[in-house]
Every structure is written in C-alpha cells, then in structure tokens.
C-alpha cells in the first residue's frame, strides 16, 4: 500500500524566515497532494493541494512544488508569522479517494 | 459550510467494553472516514466507507468495525476496548466526483481506555 514519509518532525524558524516541509510517497498511481494544518486543540484543515499533472501552485504565503518522477513534494511557507505556528500533515491519494497522511511536522515560528 | 460533528469531544471506557463513536455530516457526501491520531504517527487510516453499507478497511482495522447504515452517519465500534486503543479518534468525509477532493474532519473523540 500507500506509505508516506514526512521531514522534518520539528522546525522552528525565526519570524520572517521561511519553513520548508518535505514528503516522499511510494504509489506512483498517486494523483493527489493535500497539505492539512492542525492548530493545537482543533481539527485538521486544508491549506493547498496539488494534483500530477501540475508542478506548482502558490497561494499568497504558500507554495507547493511536485516532482512525480522523484515522488516527492515540499510544502514552502515565506515570511513566516506565529500564526503559522502549528502541526502539518502532508498526504497522498490511494483508491476509493482514501488518503495516507505523513507523520506530522511541528512549525514553531519565534516572534 | 461543510460540517461534521462527532457524538462526544472526550469519552473514558473501561477495558473490555463496547464502544461507539458516531460522525454525522451535512453535506451530502458519499465518502466517509475514521482515522485515529497519535503523537510521531499522524493520522492513520482505521476504516473508510464510499457507499451507504458499503466499507473498506484502511491500514488498521484490527480490533475496530464500522457501520454506515444511513448516508450521513458513519459510525466506529470498538468490540472490546482496550489500552492501546487509547487515542484521537477523527471522522472526515469528502464528496464523490471523478478526482479526489478535499477531506473535511470533524473536531474529534479523544478517548480513554482504562
């Protein structure tokens, strides 16, 4: 099946600094890339996606970049604000439109 | 807005005992979820059901069973609490369409297995 791996486990950044998260997949029929971020004490939420036949999408502050033929994707957050503090969760598509999530990364961004 | 909500934020059970958590959600959505998160192992995929009666066993079924007996509901049983099935328990669902879409959670069980 599907596997994930997720890295960094932590981070911390300075504020105004940037943070890059990366992921590796395994299922080369994978076709979809959603990055989720769970503030302490509340459920998880979509920040960006990304589907395989793109290479990158920006939104504001963030960014997303895929390389299929690696099987890796990196989530990229620019001039970073305590707000980004939190958990994010990468993931990857498998049948029934099910997903596996990577393990997690603690941001904390020091003001 | 989509929502889902679950029966209970926070849930203590004896070993041994039956256990049901429920997800309700008001969107009309096929696909439905169960994940349980914990520390170092983000969220794993414990059952998932894409039809009414219709389920599917993620990569941890062992000591859990589900029922989708109605569209909008999507319950998780545990048998026989135990331990080590002390964690976040967290619904999601999405719509069905030809490509995967967003999955949106609702706020979670944590339980306690005593």
């Known amino acids: 099946g599907e596997n994930v791996e997720q890295h960094p486990s932590t981070l911390s950044v300075q504020e105004g600094d940037s943070a890059v998260i990366k992921c590796t997949y395994s299922?080369?029929?994978?076709?979809?890339f959603p990055w989720y971020k769970q503030e302490l004490g509340k459920r998880p939420q979509l920040i960006i996606d990304?589907?395989?036949?793109?290479g990158e999408k920006k939104d504001q502050r963030i960014a997303v970049t895929l390389n299929k033929t690696a099987k890796h994707f990196s989530l990229h957050i620019t001039e970073t604000q305590p707000e980004d503090s939190a958990v994010y969760f990468c993931?990857?598509?498998?049948?029934?439109?099910?997903?596996?999530f990577g393990s997690g990364t603690r941001l904390q961004v020091q003001p | 807005d989509v929502k889902v909500t679950q029966s209970s934020r926070y849930l203590v059970k004896r070993t041994g005992e039956k256990v049901f958590l429920e997800c309700v959600q008001d969107?009309?959505?096929?696909?439905m979820f169960w994940y349980r998160q914990d520390p170092g192992l983000g969220l794993r995929l414990i059952y998932f059901?894409?039809?009414?009666?219709?389920?599917e066993k993620g990569d941890i079924p062992e000591g859990y069973s589900v029922s989708r007996e109605k569209k909008e509901r999507f319950s998780l049983i545990l048998e026989s609490a135990s331990t080590n099935q002390t964690s976040m328990y967290l619904c999601?669902?999405?719509?069905?369409?030809?490509?995967?879409?967003?999955?949106?959670f609702g706020p979670g069980t944590r339980l306690t297995v005593l």
């Open positions: 059901s894409y039809d009414v009666k219709m389920k």
């Open positions: 993931a990857a598509s498998r049948r029934r439109r099910a997903l596996t």
């Open positions: 299922d080369s029929a994978s076709n979809y």
């Open positions: 999601a669902s999405t719509q069905s369409s030809t490509s995967v879409n967003e999955q949106f």
């Open positions: 969107m009309d959505h096929e696909n």
């Open positions: 990304i589907r395989s036949n793109v």
